[in-house]
């Protein structure tokens, strides 16, 4: 099981940025999947998360109408779309596979390496 | 929204020894199936977070029978039994149960 995310970048407060989430080893479109952040040194940060059964989608509310989460099944990978940055959104950035049933979810059992997200000018 | 609190939040330990880290929510993490929905996760130093125990006392795949969850409703817990140089890290619970999740602000776990 792999999961790889790409797309981290430094951006200008108030630009986008794409982050993909490469999964290898298991069925993707069996679980549901997270995206969680860690800004420079602080915890863990739940961002968004997608089901796996009818593919809805929750947001926290620090991101909500400026993020959204995708998947490709037939590509096996995972986005977030980041809109309208700001300098708290500059975190590095981990996708996760979970499972959930049906609106709970738990058992994120394997994890990206992560990828930074810098929001500055 | 769920809170999620930890306790302590600083935690040096003997090599050997035991340890405990609590974690309480501001609800309860209880399901109408039966499951608390609460998971434990570790992170090391330059890591990306590895999951310890899900659903309030399942360890995961790969996890040393030294290291238990227990616990249910509001009130959690996270036991290693004999501590080891290589459990130093960032220990930090999270509630499933309703969106958004949630995590505690972490447990620093260190070897004195």
């Known amino acids: 099981v792999q999961l790889l995310e790409s797309g981290g970048d430094l951006v200008q407060p108030g630009g986008s940025l794409r982050l993909s989430c490469v999964v290898s080893?298991?069925?993707?479109?069996?679980?549901?999947m997270i995206w969680v952040r860690q800004a420079p040194g602080k915890g863990l940060e739940w961002v968004s998360d997608?089901?796996?059964?009818?593919?809805?989608?929750s947001y926290a509310d620090s991101v909500k109408g400026r993020f959204t989460i995708s998947r490709d099944n037939s590509k096996n990978t995972l986005y977030l779309q980041m809109s309208t940055l700001r300098a708290e959104d500059t975190a590095v950035y981990y996708c996760a596979r979970g499972y959930c049933s049906p609106n709970a979810c738990y058992r994120y059992d394997y994890w990206g390496q992560g990828t930074l997200v810098t929001v500055s000018s | 929204d769920i809170v999620m609190t930890q306790s302590p939040l600083s935690l040096p330990v003997t090599p050997g020894e035991p340890a405990s880290i609590s974690c309480r929510s501001n609800q309860s993490l209880l399901h109408n199936n039966g499951h608390n929905y609460l998971d434990w996760y570790l992170q090391k130093a330059g890591q990306s977070p590895q999951l310890l125990i899900y659903?309030?006392?399942y360890r995961a795949s790969g996890v040393p029978d030294r290291v238990s969850g227990s616990g249910s409703g509001t009130d959690f817990t996270l036991k290693i039994s004999r501590v080891e140089a290589g459990d130093v890290g960032l220990y930090y619970c999270?509630?499933?149960?309703?969106?958004?999740?949630?995590f505690g602000p972490g447990t620093r776990l260190d070897i004195k």
């Open positions: 999270m509630q499933g149960l309703q969106t958004p999740p949630a």
């Open positions: 659903l309030g006392s």
């Open positions: 997608i089901k796996s059964d009818d593919g809805r989608t």
């Open positions: 080893g298991f069925s993707f479109s069996s679980y549901s």
